[in-house]
């Protein structure tokens, strides 16, 4: 009796597993840069406040939509808050991105904001 080896042989449960993991990857890194940006933004909030005692709200808001236009975020994250108490400052925006996914278009809700005693 021969045996004849199936070494070489193609199948396409492969090619459908390479291409789910590159769907995956692809709109993996479409909604992950847009969390990247967002904590890009945060971030620079958080700066702004370290420097709150100094600046005044217009230079604050000044930095911070330089900071939002220049990660590309959308119309609605340069619309920046500040309250201000004695040695207390409160920073927030809030703004929706839209993502392509391959049955839809989703939003998602982004409401960066700090809070600094200073």
Not at 9 to 19: D, P, T
Not at 28 to 36: A, K, L, M, R, T
Not at 89 to 107: A, C, F, N, R
Request: with cysteine.
């Amino acid at each position: 009796m021969v045996r004849r080896s199936r070494y070489g042989r193609s199948s396409y449960g492969c090619l459908v597993f390479i291409l789910l993991i590159g769907a995956t990857l692809y709109f993996g890194f479409n909604i992950g840069n847009v969390y990247f940006r967002a904590y890009q933004f945060q971030d620079a909030m958080t700066q702004e406040s370290r420097f709150a005692a100094r600046n005044g709200n217009e230079l604050i808001i000044a930095h911070l939509r330089a900071q939002a236009d220049s990660l590309g975020l959308p119309e609605g994250a340069k619309k920046i808050q500040i309250r201000r108490k004695p040695n207390q400052i409160w920073i927030w925006s809030e703004y929706i991105e839209l993502v392509d996914l391959p049955w839809k278009q989703t939003e998602i809700d982004f409401n960066p904001h700090v809070e600094r005693v200073f």
